[in-house]
């Protein structure tokens, strides 16, 4: 719309001297002409992530700027500058401005400036880019317009990854096996994950073992591998912070700083144990035998016990087998002859059930007895829960007892000789077999004779090899 008024004076002229004047008027109306670009100087530009410990790192910006030239015939048109970017979430900040206007002599320059904070772009891996693109509009003012597209490439470099102090609780006598969530790997770098850690120090308890082999100190392990790292608690320690070792992760690239792994370890009870038994042989004419005055009592955990119990598990005969126990340091005994258990009870010490233990008899009150193999099986229980029951075997041979009858005494008044007498009281325990007479003697009195005793009719049990009488001669 910009009007040039051009007047003009036309002479008419005959020849012979005559002339005349007419002013003619011209009317120029111009149109606007957009801008548009004649260089582009500098449309593309770079920034790179600063290193890791580099000064600067995280804490300054990163820019870069550029410019290009524009032409407007329009010496009136004055221009301003927008920006647009191809899609949202773009880092930083992008600025274009206009550094000289074309209205002088129709030529201009734009200029741009990008600006983005180090840390903005830890998350880029090594080498990893970002591309950002903006379109910058050029405008007249009148209507008319020109764009010019600037990229910007972001590059990354490598930040070493992170982690983190960890505590773990594990049971005691409990082995624990890694994973790598165990290691509070982090890393700002986008796609970098564990690779491998590094065993820095290793724990002054327990064992710390790849495989099945000892860990050493520096050793560096892949994450391939976690699940064949162990750590185990020394045999029944527990405690709070029991122990710990240090480590550092590694993308791959480079190391963290250095961490702690810390185990607490809990305790758990060890069930008593009873070890060292023998096997009875029981040969005894009903008298009371020990069944293993030797036995061994453990107990890790507490020095005090609260019960224990002795059954005949194998081949129990209820008609003539019997345990005996004697009360004794605060520990009472109990016998359920119902299924052949001898209970005892009371709080005592160990070494005191120890001896309680090593007290307990065996007696088999039969003639005539079942030989079969019993087996005995003993449980303690320290409070908390009963031992693994430790067995003894006990070997039962028959009966074979010395005749009762040289246990009585006879009062005998001989006179003359060959004179039978008979006993009264007849002992009827005699064995089936033969026996021995060991020893006899008299305690006063003379003694030519023969002592007799005639066997009763009903009491054939007694009778030797077709013999009818038991005779001593004196």
Do not use: H
């Not at 910006?61 to 410019?67: A, R």
């Not at 129709?106 to 600006?115: E, K, L, N, P, Y």
């Amino acid at each position: 719309d910009q009007v040039v008024t051009q007047s003009y004076t036309v002479t008419v002229n005959d020849g012979n001297g005559g002339t005349v004047d007419q002013l003619v008027t011209v009317t120029l109306t111009g149109t606007n002409d957009a801008p548009s670009i004649t260089a582009a100087i500098d449309v593309t530009g770079a920034v790179t992530e600063i290193g890791d410990g580099a000064t600067g790192e995280n804490t300054t910006n990163l820019s870069d700027s550029g410019s290009f030239t524009i032409a407007d015939v329009d010496l009136t048109d004055a221009q301003s500058v927008s920006v647009t970017s191809d899609t949202t979430g773009y880092l930083g900040t992008f600025t274009p401005t206009v550094s000289n206007n074309t209205t002088t002599d129709g030529t201009g320059q734009i200029d741009w400036s990008f600006s983005v904070a180090d840390s903005a772009i830890d998350y880029l891996a090594k080498d990893q880019t970002l591309t950002q693109s903006y379109t910058i509009t050029v405008n007249d003012g009148n209507g008319g317009t020109v764009d010019q597209l600037v990229t910007v490439t972001i590059t990354g470099t490598n930040d070493a990854p992170t982690a983190a102090d960890n505590t773990i609780a594990v049971n005691e006598d409990q082995s624990y096996a890694f994973s790598a969530t165990d290691f509070n790997f982090s890393d700002v770098d986008s796609g970098d994950t564990l690779q491998s850690i590094t065993i820095t120090s290793l724990p002054p308890s327990g064992s710390l073992v790849l495989n099945g082999v000892a860990v050493t100190a520096n050793q560096s392990i892949a994450a391939s591998d976690f699940s064949q790292l162990t750590y185990t608690p020394a045999l029944n320690d527990n405690g709070t912070s029991y122990t710990s070792f240090g480590f550092t992760v590694s993308d791959g690239q480079l190391d963290s700083n250095e961490y702690t792994l810390t185990f607490d370890v809990t305790a758990v009870n060890d069930a008593a144990e009873v070890t060292n038994l023998d096997t009875l042989n029981y040969t005894a004419n009903g008298d009371l035998r020990i069944i293993d005055g030797d036995l061994t009592l453990v107990d890790v955990d507490s020095t005090t016990l609260q019960s224990a119990a002795v059954q005949i598990t194998g081949n129990y005969n209820i008609s003539e087998d019997v345990l005996s126990f004697t009360d004794q340091n605060g520990i009472t005994g109990s016998w359920d002859s119902a299924n052949g258990t001898l209970s005892l009870s009371g709080s005592a010490s160990r070494a005191d059930y120890e001896a309680a233990l090593e007290s307990v008899s065996y007696q088999n009150t039969s003639n005539d007895r079942d030989t079969a193999q019993r087996t005995v099986s003993i449980t303690v229980n320290d409070g908390i829960e009963n031992s693994t029951a430790a067995t003894a075997a006990i070997n039962v041979s028959q009966f074979n007892q010395v005749p009762g009858v040289l246990d009585q005494n006879y009062s005998l008044s001989l006179t003359g000789n060959a004179t039978d007498y008979l006993i009264a009281n007849p002992v009827s325990d005699f064995p089936s077999d033969s026996f021995t007479i060991e020893s006899w003697f008299k305690t006063s009195g003379s003694g030519d004779g023969l002592f007799s005793y005639a066997v009763p009719s009903n009491n054939n049990e007694i009778l030797l090899f077709g013999q009818e009488d038991l005779r001593l001669y004196i």
